[in-house]
């Protein structure tokens, strides 16, 4: 079945570091790819998306590109904050199905 | 922003006994999603709605949970009886449609079975 994975962490970084969480994916079809993140204390939100094979996502300084080849989808930031602090989930939707399948997720803490 | 409402925030029970959750979506979103979520894991679906039609409901354990959606808006969750392996965080998330994009994710309901 389809099934999204990522990075353990936890990931802790510097202020101003450079961010990266990897994300693979096995699905069939050609799935749309998504970014959620989970703030200490709120439910999970949209970060970015990606649709179709080659397509950038981007929100808030972070990017994400769906590469089909390497059935891949890593998210990016070139200079993290401390308020990026939270937890991130990688998750596609497969192009037969109507449902969302999550990563089990990544925590990111960023030091002042 | 509208928000997607849950209740309760938290909820301690004794396993064997009956709990309950509620959801009420975004206005005016067809689709309903109940997931829940184990510490450190990530969400898993349980049920999904449309309107008040189940669209999907192969992970959802039938022989202790249910879940109804019985005018097409709010919906609720319930375990009977709730067992040991239950604790969890239980999302409601929902979407204008079912091949809707975005999701709305309320703060959900911490279930704890003692």
């Known amino acids: 079945g389809d099934s999204v994975t990522q990075m353990e962490g936890p990931v802790t970084l510097s202020e101003e570091a450079f961010l990266t969480i990897n994300c693979t994916y096995t699905a069939t079809g050609y799935p749309s790819l998504f970014w959620y993140v989970q703030y200490p204390g709120e439910g999970l939100q949209l970060l970015l998306k990606?649709?179709?094979?080659?397509d950038k996502g981007s929100n808030k300084g972070f990017e994400a590109t769906y590469r089909k080849e390497t059935t891949s989808f890593h998210l990016e930031k070139g200079s993290v904050q401390v308020s990026d602090s939270a937890v991130y989930f990688c998750?596609?939707?497969?192009?037969?199905?109507?449902?969302?399948?999550f990563g089990s997720g990544t925590r990111l803490s960023i030091r002042p | 922003e509208a928000e997607v409402a849950q209740s309760p925030r938290y909820k301690i029970t004794e396993k064997s006994q009956a709990v309950a959750f509620w959801c009420d979506p975004i206005?005016?979103?067809?689709?309903l999603y109940w997931y829940r979520q184990i510490l450190g894991q990530g969400p898993e679906l349980l049920v999904q709605f449309q309107d008040e039609s189940v669209v999907d409901d192969s992970q959802l354990p039938k022989d202790r949970f249910s879940a109804e959606r019985l005018k097409g808006v709010d919906s609720t969750l319930k375990i009977q009886p709730a067992e040991l392996g239950d604790s969890a965080m239980y999302l409601c998330?929902?979407?204008?449609?079912?091949?809707?994009?975005?999701?709305?994710f309320g703060s959900g309901t911490q279930l704890s079975v003692l």
């Open positions: 990606a649709t179709k094979a080659d």
């Open positions: 998750a596609l939707r497969d192009s037969s199905a109507s449902k969302i399948i």
């Open positions: 206005s005016g979103h067809a689709t």
């Open positions: 998330a929902s979407s204008f449609s079912t091949t809707g994009e975005k999701l709305f």
